[in-house]
């Protein structure tokens, strides 16, 4: 696994576990924002052929 592919898989597991935690807390703003930036992680795996579902 190559540094970038490393790299945006780490990212997009972050940012699943800052959106499940904006959910819980109620923080709607939050979880909107998170789940936008989740979205725009997962295009640029896609646009790069980082297969997602393995992380």
Request: no cysteine.
């Amino acid at each position: 696994m190559d540094a970038f592919t490393a790299g945006i898989l780490q990212r997009i597991a972050s940012t699943r576990s800052d959106l499940d935690a904006a959910r819980r807390s109620g923080d709607e703003f939050l979880a909107e924002v998170e789940q936008a930036a989740l979205e725009d992680l997962h295009r640029l795996a896609a646009e790069h052929g980082v297969e997602v579902n393995a992380a």
